[in-house]
């Protein structure tokens, strides 16, 4: 392919305040599937951002919602959350495999198991999602009570929490707490109180076509215009003591190419007729206004670059230094990478809350 320059001109009007399961098929649309009302909720609302960013929807699927309730109860039972379910609470600890409700030491082994077991039972019903299968999952934050649609919102503002939700291969989802676990598994006595153990579990399906992604979207409606590293899920540790920061947009190439080069301004936009005029105020330093967070060389005022096993290659989080006070902003993006040449305007209306 002939190497040319990739140009990317997205405008944001950010309005920001400071501080039964289906079977996702391999083609055509996703099955959304069924679930409690909790499940639905997070369901429709993960979809509501996946859509608006480029994604594409999520369904649920029998053995990923298995997998993450049955975690939930794992963590419930455990009276500690975490990823892994081994004695010591890490990846490199034993496996804790006498504890009740043990399926497997990570998200990858706990929905093979979950698959495995499902399609024994149902040899009739074999979602198309196959193993082996790529699998993510996400808790809630520390300190978060939220559960359902509302550990979606959470996890959306984060960086590391987001990665799962927006990625487009990953359109097998299920969700599970507290109380879904306490029905699901009534004879280990799992206590109704304390926190909620809210897991979301991810399977990709191979061959997902991926289109640009971009965050925010109008569609979405609020956002808040902060983010604390800290309270990431899990802990962005790369950008703990820059204090509280803007909510970080996010893009993402549809082929995968690294991007190159970044700037970002902050300018006045016209807004279609009833919307309020956007405030010149700089964010932050006014000449370094965004930290650009990429597993990939970035050419740009401020980049962190982070691990390629975290933030795959086309992926990009460009985060102001400062959270966005309410009002509408105009963020200017000009982003670059080798390929076919593009150049496109977006105009968000997001508002505060």
């Known amino acids: 392919m002939r190497a040319s320059a990739f140009l990317l001109l997205v405008v944001l ?14 083609s055509g649309p996703v099955d959304l599937g069924t679930g409690t009302a909790v499940q ?8 509501v951002y996946r859509t608006a960013s480029g994604a594409g929807k999520a369904g649920l699927v029998e053995p990923i919602k298995s997998a993450a309730v049955r975690h939930a109860g794992y963590q419930a039972l455990k009276v500690r959350s975490g990823y892994f379910q081994t004695t010591g609470g890490g990846p490199l600890d034993p496996a804790d495999s006498a504890a009740a409700l043990f399926s497997g030491i990570d998200v990858g082994a706990r929905m093979r198991v979950a698959f495995l077991s499902y399609n024994a039972l149902n040899p009739a019903d074999q979602p198309d999602l196959a193993l082996p299968i790529t699998a993510d999952e996400r808790l809630a934050p520390t ?15 984060g960086i590391y929490s987001r990665l ?14 507290r109380a879904h676990a306490g029905e699901a598994f009534p004879a280990n006595g799992i206590d109704p109180d304390g926190d909620a153990m809210a897991t979301l579990d991810f399977g990709e399906a191979p061959g997902v076509a991926r289109s640009y992604g971009l965050w925010p ?57 009833g919307f309020p005029a956007v405030p010149a105020t700089p964010i932050g330093p006014a000449q370094s206004p965004f930290i650009v967070v990429s ?16 933030i795959l290659p086309g992926e990009l989080f460009i985060v102001p230094k400062a959270a966005l006070a309410s009002g509408w902003w105009q ?13 496109s305007n977006y105009v968000w209306e997001i508002q505060s809350r």
């Not at 009007?13 to 391999?26: D, F, L, N, Y």
């Not at 639905?40 to 979809?47: F, G, H, I, K, S």
């Not at 300190?143 to 503002?157: E, F, H, I, P």
């Open 13 to 26: 009007a950010i309005a920001g305040c400071g501080s039964g399961g289906g079977s996702p098929g391999k």
């Open 40 to 47: 639905v909720a997070a369901r429709d609302r993960l979809n």
């Open 143 to 157: 300190g978060s009570t939220a559960t359902g649609a509302a550990l979606v919102d959470a996890l959306w503002v």
């Open 164 to 177: 799962p939700l927006m990625r487009h291969g990953y359109i097998g989802f299920g969700y599970g707490d």
């Open 217 to 273: 979207n109008r569609a979405v409606g609020k956002v808040t215009g902060s983010y604390d590293p800290g309270k990431d899920e899990p802990p962005m540790t790369l950008l703990t003591g820059r204090g509280i920061l803007g909510v970080p947009s996010h893009l993402i190439h549809p082929t995968g190419l690294p991007w190159t080069f970044i700037t970002a301004t902050v300018t006045p936009v016209t807004l279609p007729s």
């Open 295 to 310: 597993s990939t060389a970035v050419t740009g005022p401020d980049v962190i670059q982070d691990s390629p096993t975290s």
């Open 331 to 343: 963020i200017q993006v000009v982003a670059t990478t080798q390929g076919e040449s593009v150049s």
